[in-house]
Every structure is written in structure tokens, then in C-alpha cells.
């Protein structure tokens, strides 16, 4: 065997998870099918909780030099009204607000960290099979010539349509549908930079997540049903505009704005895989499970699961048993925030007149006594997400 790890991908999971590795003596192999990283609509913010993980796995001053732009404030409108001035550096335990990414930039930035720290990365290879055993196989194409690479360990870090995860045999459980969000990057918006901005309409939401120099990545999320078109596409431009300003976001915000890349809307749900570590192989990042965008938590718990995997890996010497260590820690953190993601879209998007009871019994209750609803964006995990916090939520205690 030529490698300790080959990862199947090389944007953040396994790019950070390559350069970690690396720098502790691990022979790391990154394959990336492009040769070029393009725009296209994803997660582009980290909580609190997710920068203190980029902090510890040495990414975030790279790109706060490069492509990130670093917030502090978190502003929460009720269509017209302000009922949320936040700030996050003050207010929580990591001292910081929220760390947004131009994503291409940052998965260049990132992969370079990777070769730097002594990690073998190839591009423009297409990975054909994984097999599943100890040491599990990779087939691959490049350069027109197919061959077999093997390792210690195999990680699938090829996002949230994974063929590894296919390959591996790994069974996946998704949520039901209830949620889209449709996102695209806007240039000339007029909001202060300084902060990440939510407008909750009565029929949908919007989240701006500014970029720096008056450009800011913007989703509109609604209940799928009430969705009248699919948002995707440049002939969707001006509906999407005009949903996000149908939620009582300012009109100035998109008068004068244009837009800077594609425009796409995905569906919502959660889907995960119960026990991500099987004959060899891991999977990490979306790869292992996607949490639903419209609450931004996806960046944040990659970097927590390729910290997680990075410390068992080189924590444990029988990397079987590091395998099953990280697969515990991957279902307690990812299952605290689905557990709390999940009580929070029954509450506040389930459609029907006893949601509409719900809502009018129990929101009031929430605002009177904020400090008892889990703070996701905070904490994140390690949040209350227990039965009696499920019960406050949902009004049935």
C-alpha cells in the first residue's frame, strides 16, 4: 500500500481532513475529478461553533486572508420589524460571529494547504469504483488509464450525491420532504457587512450571508407545497427576487442588485447514514450526512466531523477501532442537531390548523423565555436536545 488515507474528494472535508493528516506524518492521497472548482449554489456560512473548528484545523486565518469574510452580528427581521440584534462575538462561549466563504475560493485555498502540508493530491481523476474491504481498493481514470490505488482507509468526502457511499453499501434514511431553498450570489446589495440577516415572511424566509464588498449569498426557503415554481435557472431570476422581497425584506435590499452566479434550489430534507464507518471505508461531510441548509449548519459539521475523524485517527492505532470511535462521535453531534433542526421545522413550518394553534400557543412562550430554546446557531450540538426541550418547543409540557 502507497497510502495511509485516500480521500474521494477534495473540497472541505477532504481537502482539511488531507492537510490535518498530513502535517501529523499521515501518507495522504486527495483525488478531485475537477480541474477547476466553479460557482454553484451551496453553503457558504459557518455558525460560531463551526469557526472555532476552523480555528483548531488551521483553515480559518487562510481564508479569512483569502476569500472569507468575517461577521459579528446576527439581525432577525419579522417581515418589517427587527426582533433579533444579536451579537454573536459577545454573546457566545467561541467569541465570534458568524464566517462566510466564497466557496470556490475557499476549496482552492484549502486543497493548496493540503499539498503544502505534504498530502499527494491529483485532479481531473474519475474515480470508477470503491471496494469495500481491509485495505479497501480504489478504481480509477486518468489521463485515459484506468488503475487501482489502495490504503489503510478509504474516505468519501464526494458530497451529498456520494458515490462512495453507494459503493460502500452504506444504507441512507432521509427525512420527508417539507422544506426547498433556492440560493444565488447577489452583487450590489446595500446591507452593512457586518452582519448575517434573516427576514421571516408569512410565506417564506430569506437569509443573506454578505461576502464582503456588497456582495452577499442569498437563499429564499419556503414549505415546498407552497412553492408555485421551482427557482432554478436565469428565467427564475426575477421570482426569486420578488419571493424574497414578497417575505417584507426591504425592496431596496434587491433594487439595485445583480446577479453574480447560477441560481438553483435544492429540497431541504435531512439524509443520513446511521453508521458511516464500514470494511475500510468512511464517509465524512455530506457524504455522512446532509442537515437541511435553510438552518446554515452544513459547513460547520463537516469541519466538526473531519476534526473528529482527523483525532481518532491519530488517537487510536487500530484505526478499525478509530473508525467506530468517530461513527459514536458523528452520531451524537449530527443527531443533536437533527433532533433540534426537526422540532424547530414541526414548529414553525408544519401546515394544517393545529400548527397554526401550536404556533399561536407556544411562539409567545419561546419570546418571553429565549434563553430555553436550543441556541443552534450558538452551540450548535451541544445544545439542549433532550425530551424536555423537545417538549417546551413543541408546546406539550
Known amino acids: 500500500m502507497h497510502y495511509d488515507v485516500i480521500t474521494v474528494g477534495g473540497g472541505l472535508a477532504g481537502a482539511t481532513l488531507a492537510k490535518n493528516l498530513a502535517e501529523h506524518g499521515c501518507r495522504v492521497l486527495v483525488l478531485e475529478r475537477e480541474t477547476e472548482f466553479r460557482d454553484r449554489v451551496r453553503g457558504e456560512q459557518m455558525h460560531p461553533w463551526g469557526v472555532a473548528e476552523a480555528r483548531v484545523l488551521g483553515i480559518y486565518e487562510p481564508l479569512l486572508a483569502t476569500c472569507g469574510h468575517q461577521t459579528r452580528w446576527w439581525r432577525t427581521y419579522q417581515e418589517t420589524a427587527l426582533v433579533e440584534d444579536r451579537d454573536l462575538a459577545a454573546t457566545t462561549p467561541h467569541g465570534v460571529g458568524s464566517f462566510n466563504c466564497y466557496h470556490p475560493v475557499m476549496q482552492e485555498v484549502v486543497l493548496r494547504l493540503a499539498v503544502e502540508a505534504g498530502a499527494e493530491v491529483r485532479r481531473g481523476v474519475a474515480v470508477e469504483a470503491v471496494t469495500p474491504s481491509e485495505p479497501p481498493s480504489v478504481r480509477v481514470l486518468e489521463n485515459g488509464k484506468a488503475g487501482v490505488l489502495q490504503a489503510r482507509l478509504v474516505v468519501g468526502a464526494d458530497g451529498r450525491a456520494s458515490q462512495v457511499r453507494r459503493w460502500g453499501g452504506f444504507t441512507v434514511t432521509r427525512d420527508p420532504d417539507c422544506l426547498v431553498i433556492a440560493g444565488t450570489l447577489l452583487d450590489g446589495t446595500p446591507v452593512p457587512d457586518d452582519a448575517t440577516y434573516t427576514v421571516r415572511g408569512a410565506r417564506g424566509n430569506v ?167 436550543p441556541d443552534l446557531r450558538g452551540l450548535g450540538p451541544e445544545a439542549p436536545s433532550d425530551e424536555q426541550t423537545r417538549r417546551f418547543l413543541l408546546g406539550e409540557n
Open 207 to 373: 437569509l443573506m450571508a454578505p461576502l464582503g464588498h456588497q456582495k452577499a449569498r442569498t437563499y429564499f426557503y419556503c414549505r415546498k407545497q407552497d412553492g408555485e415554481r421551482p427557482l432554478s435557472g436565469g428565467a427564475q431570476v426575477s421570482a426569486f427576487l420578488e419571493a424574497c422581497r414578497g417575505t417584507g425584506a426591504p425592496a431596496a435590499w434587491f433594487d439595485r442588485v445583480t446577479i453574480q452566479g447560477p441560481l438553483a434550489q435544492f429540497d431541504g430534507a435531512d439524509l443520513w447514514v446511521e453508521h458511516p464507518v464500514q470494511r475500510g471505508i468512511v464517509l465524512l461531510g455530506d457524504a455522512a450526512a446532509v442537515s437541511d441548509p435553510s438552518y446554515g449548519c452544513g459547513l460547520s459539521l463537516t469541519l466538526m466531523g473531519a476534526r473528529h475523524l482527523r483525532d481518532c485517527l491519530l488517537g487510536i492505532p487500530d484505526w478499525r477501532a478509530a473508525g467506530e470511535q468517530y461513527a459514536r462521535e458523528h452520531a451524537r453531534y449530527y443527531g443533536a442537531v437533527h433532533r433540534i433542526t426537526t422540532w424547530l421545522t414541526t414548529l414553525r413550518w408544519n401546515a394544517g390548523p393545529a400548527a397554526d394553534e401550536r404556533r399561536a400557543r407556544v411562539l409567545p412562550r419561546l419570546a418571553a423565555e429565549p434563553d430555553r430554546v
